[in-house]
C-alpha cells in the first residue's frame, strides 16, 4: 500500500493552489489601482510585486507537484 494517500495530498495541493492564486489576485488588483500605486509609499508597491513574483513561484512549483501525482 502506497504511503501516500495521492487523493488526500491532491486536494491539499489544490486548495494550496486555489489560496495562492487569490493572493497573486489580490496583489495584482493593488497593482492595478492607479490610485494604490499613485499614492501608496514605494516600498508598498515594491512589496506588492514582490508578492506577485513569489506566489507566481509557489503557484508554478504546486503545478508541477499536482501533474506529478496526476501523472503517477
Same mark, same amino acid.
Given at each position: 500500500?502506497?504511503?501516500?494517500?495521492?487523493? $488526500?495530498?491532491? +486536494?491539499?495541493?489544490? $486548495?494550496?493552489?486555489?489560496?495562492? +492564486?487569490?493572493?497573486?489576485?489580490?496583489? +495584482?488588483?493593488?497593482? *492595478?489601482? $492607479?490610485?494604490?500605486?499613485?499614492?501608496?509609499?514605494?516600498?508598498?508597491?515594491?512589496?506588492?510585486?514582490? $508578492?506577485?513574483?513569489?506566489?507566481?513561484?509557489?503557484?508554478?512549483?504546486?503545478?508541477? *507537484?499536482?501533474?506529478?501525482?496526476?501523472?503517477?
Amino acid at each position: 500500500k502506497d504511503l501516500i494517500d495521492f487523493d $488526500k495530498e491532491l +486536494q491539499r495541493l489544490e $486548495k494550496e493552489l486555489k489560496d495562492a +492564486q487569490s493572493e497573486m489576485k489580490r496583489a +495584482q488588483g493593488k497593482l *492595478n489601482n $492607479k490610485g494604490f500605486v499613485e499614492k501608496a509609499p514605494q516600498k508598498l508597491v515594491d512589496e506588492e510585486k514582490a $508578492k506577485i513574483e513569489k506566489y507566481s513561484q509557489i503557484i508554478k512549483k504546486i503545478e508541477e *507537484n499536482i501533474g506529478q501525482i496526476k501523472n503517477r
